[in-house]
């Protein structure tokens, strides 16, 4: 086998549909939940002959929140380009998109250089599920689409998931779409070469429409182990657009690979040329003090203010509801950890058998009084469980419901006494491997006292006792 070394040079462009009440160009309904049909469209989105399409300015707004949050810098001069290319979920025959003065230039993302983020149409959805023909349903055309463009600067599978699904979070925090990348709402398309020079790109194969961070990772690695598979038996690899098959895990082809110039691209004459430092609320400025605190702010923070668990701390940022409910929770610095050990265990396991995001009649002063009570010794770690489950079902008063379910850890000497003896005698052979030097044996009989009290005893009192005893 060949001993060659060859790099791998990945660059990423990423569509995601923005919220917004309606279309990019016209007044219909932009509502990606919508099952019937060609219900949401007018002759603008339709395409048809002398209809003047207008812009969203909710759209644009969008896409600069987005470019001042990765720290690129804001057009002065934009426009929006005709992008010229025949296929049935285009009316037009064109689509309107950005190419050469594009909202936002440069920027950074997860440590990945951006060339450009702009702004364009979404096209009609074909449909081959019924008979020997194709439907198209026009509610999706036009919908307010980003395009993000990553310079060429991976060079792992790993990188791009993880990019990926940063951008997907910020697009949420921003609150510019939601981002579902299994409804179609953002997708991902990689181009990837291969080269034995690391400053040398290789032949370009654009891999498009994927739909999961898995597939993107998958996607990525196939395509280049195939690269370098063709390269290693002397074959050239050709420019061109593949698709990928879930189902068999590998690529397949389906077009020689456009340039730029095959678009014939031109501005568009129907819509005005925007100068976007004559609109006050399109400074950058201005568009900095809309912004909420992003995602890697709020891991700094989670990490240095409340310390907890670089996992925790990630899995929080992820999920805005499981983050607005700790922060609630949390009233004491050194209670962070153990409110986010069970918010993110206990609560989250009762979420997934509910199949709900609901934290149920559960509110955050209950897991903070939980906390308290571990802390002074009132609550062992299976009686905040079951407290945790019983609130969650049927909120009520933290300790008064601990009291009523007989979960109050007990530690009293005297009554823990009584309840050790007997389980000293009732297991004769445990207690005599631990007197011949068995010492792990002392934690059965701890289990079996915590058994006894219903896991109401403070497991180190017991243990504790049951030492002195045994002695």
């Not at 990553?150 to 940063?166: M, N, Q, R, S, Y």
């Not at 730029?260 to 501005?267: G, I, L, N």
């Not at 149920?360 to 609550?379: F, R, T, V, Y």
Request: proline residues 5%.
């Amino acid at each position: 086998m060949s001993e060659k070394k060859y790099y791998p040079t990945i660059g990423l462009e990423v569509h995601a549909e923005l919220k917004t009440n309606t279309k990019m160009f016209c007044r219909c309904k932009n509502d990606p939940d919508e099952e019937k049909p060609n219900s949401n469209v007018c002759p603008v989105c339709m395409g048809h002959p002398g209809t003047l399409p207008t812009i969203n300015k909710e759209a644009v707004k969008h896409v600069l929140r987005m470019g001042v949050a990765v720290g690129g810098t804001i057009a002065d001069f934009t426009e929006f380009d005709r992008k010229n290319y025949f296929y049935p979920d285009i009316p037009k025959g064109y689509q309107i998109s950005q190419y050469k003065y594009p909202l936002i230039s440069g920027g950074e993302l997860s440590g990945v250089a951006l060339t450009r983020i702009h702004l364009e149409e979404d096209t009609a959805t074909s449909k081959h599920d019924e008979g020997d023909y194709s439907l198209v349903d026009f509610n999706r055309s036009s919908v307010p689409l980003m395009e993000l463009v990553t310079e060429p600067v991976i060079h792992d599978a790993e990188t791009a998931g993880k990019f990926a699904k940063e951008l997907q979070l910020l697009l949420r925090y921003l609150g510019a779409g939601d981002a579902n990348m299994e409804k179609g709402e953002m997708r991902v398309e990689a181009n990837i070469s291969i080269s034995e020079d690391p400053k040398v790109f290789g032949t370009k194969v654009e891999v498009k429409n994927l739909n999961s961070f898995k597939a993107v990772e998958k996607a990525i690695a196939y395509e280049t182990e195939r690269h370098r598979l063709l390269l290693e038996n002397g074959e050239k690899i050709s420019q061109e657009t593949r698709g990928w098959d879930e189902n068999t895990g590998k690529t397949f082809s389906q077009r020689k690979k456009e340039d730029s110039h095959d678009y014939r691209y031109f501005p568009d004459p129907d819509l005005p040329k925007l100068k976007l430092r004559e609109v006050e609320e399109f400074l950058p400025e201005n568009i900095r003090a809309t912004l909420p605190e992003l995602p890697w702010q709020k891991r700094k923070r989670y990490e240095s203010h409340f310390g907890i668990k670089k996992d925790d701390v990630d899995m929080l940022v992820s999920n805005a509801h499981l983050a607005d409910f700790f922060e609630k929770a949390v009233n004491k610095k050194e209670n962070a950890q153990t409110i986010s050990n069970y918010l993110l265990s206990d609560v989250v396991s009762i979420q997934k058998g509910n199949n709900t995001n609901s934290f149920g009649s559960l509110i955050p002063k209950n897991l903070s009084e939980i906390a308290e009570m571990i802390g002074d010794n009132l609550l062992s770690s299976r009686g905040a469980k079951d407290l945790i489950a019983i609130l969650y079902t049927n909120g009520g008063e933290t300790k008064e419901t601990a009291e009523k379910n007989g979960l109050i850890q007990k530690s009293d000497p005297e009554a823990l006494k009584a309840v050790l003896a007997e389980i000293i005698n009732l297991n004769p052979k445990v207690v005599e491997e631990y007197k011949a030097g068995k010492v792990a044996s002392i934690q059965f009989l701890v289990g079996q006292g915590m058994k006894a009290t219903k896991g109401s005893a403070n497991p180190k009192m017991l243990q504790d006792i049951l030492i002195t005893l045994l002695s």
